[in-house]
């Protein structure tokens, strides 16, 4: 098998200067959260200042148990018990240590108390927390902050029907009954790579406006189809608010793995908001003790001969004796990446790999790089074939080894 040959990719300065990306620890944390995008129990505080508010604090505790409820020091007085819960003195200090703690927050008390407390800490709708306020005696139940990225109303809703209260959501997109783009891309594993312009289409989408979607899909001659102007691209499923067009001159949402020229030129041009579909999947093999930037360099350097983004990246796929290998570990964590681990056994089932001999004497598999990317592939699309898309074909750098393998995506 043979992956697609460089296409006409600019410079490393070119590509720094035309691409608008959010900062590192946003890009990250952006990852996770798309990577994992329902909220568990263990990620939520339940927070309270009065004996009323500790009440439904252990009623709702009851539908997520594995929450941690925090109440005021004020309460240790009135209670006999509290074997389970954290008592705090200061609200403002505790919203300091725990606000990149928890993905969600839920305040019982009134919503002018929480706005003045987590003001200092709001940041960024990607990394923020969800935050959800109750009323004492359950009746409401307000999404105030993180609505759609943070999972805050789908937790509202959630809690509502729980507890019997009003979900109060005000969201335009959700009170119109509109699309919430920035949700429906985390739904499909879509990368959002420029957020100041889906707020623009955001907007417009609320106002009843339909916006125009090129898709580069997975077909044959796909590197022609998307430097050349016209392209067939209609068997797509969107929803309403987005209509498909055929030619990416015409797009103002671009669904794209790559980044090439053309690209770079049309994105400069028209400004439109790209989307990055999660479907690469790296197979990587390291000798011992390799560092987390000897397998960065080689990736980064990769992508950039071979004309794909990084924000594309699903996971990573390697040998299961790999579990505990730390630079490979590093690199993971750096990047908010899943790690597929695949034994020798099945390894060596895939086909058309041509076998390494220092492969096999070391691990007794016929490589590691190739196959596990694609068996890593299959793996991240539910009931799919084996992929035989390899689209960066075995790269060895020093103590690293690399494969790139595309799995298909839907919408």
Known sequence: MTGNSPMDIENK???????????????????????????????????????????????LNTYIPMAKIYHSITLNSQLSTLNSLNAFSSLSQL???IWHKYRALIFIMATGIVVRTIAPF???????????????????????????????????????????????????????????LDLWAMEKNLFIENWD???????????????????????????????????????????????????????????????????????????????????LVLGIGCNRGTKKNQIENTVKEAFRKYGFSMNSIKGIATIDIKRNEPGLMRFADAYGME?????????????????????????????????????GAKHVVSGAKLTDRLVIPKIKKEDVTLAVAEADFSL
Do not use: M, W
């Open 13 to 59: 300065s070119q590509i720094s200067n035309r691409s608008t990306k959010p900062s590192a620890r946003a890009q990250v944390e952006d990852s996770r959260r798309s990577l994992k995008s329902q909220i568990v129990d263990s990620e939520v505080a339940i927070i309270c200042l009065t004996k009323g508010g500790l009440e439904l604090a252990i009623r």
């Open 95 to 97: 919203i300091k240590e």
């Open 122 to 180: 709001i940041k960024d709708k990607r990394t923020d927390p969800a935050v959800i306020v109750l009323d004492e005696k359950g009746r409401y139940v307000i999404s105030l902050l993180s609505g759609h990225a943070g999972g805050a109303n789908e937790l509202t809703r959630r809690f509502a029907h729980y507890v019997g209260a009003e979900a109060v959501i005000t969201t335009a997109s959700d009170v119109q009954g509109r699309l919430s």
């Open 197 to 279: 312009k889906l707020k623009q289409i955001s907007a417009r989408i609320v106002n009843g406006e339909r916006i125009k979607v090129y898709i580069e899909q997975n077909i044959e001659h796909r590197t022609a189809r998307l430097s050349s102007p016209k392209s067939q691209n209609t068997e797509v499923n969107l929803p309403d608010g987005l209509i498909p067009v055929d030619r990416i001159d015409k797009a103002e949402i671009l669904i794209t793995n790559r980044v090439v020229k053309s690209v770079l030129s049309f994105i400069e041009g028209k400004k439109a908001l790209i989307l990055r579909p999660r479907n």
């Open 339 to 375: 790690i597929y681990f695949f034994t020798r056994d099945e390894l060596n089932t895939v086909n058309g790999i041509e076998a390494s001999t220092a492969s096999l004497k070391a691990t007794g598999a016929i490589g590691i790089a190739e196959p596990s990317a694609l068996l």
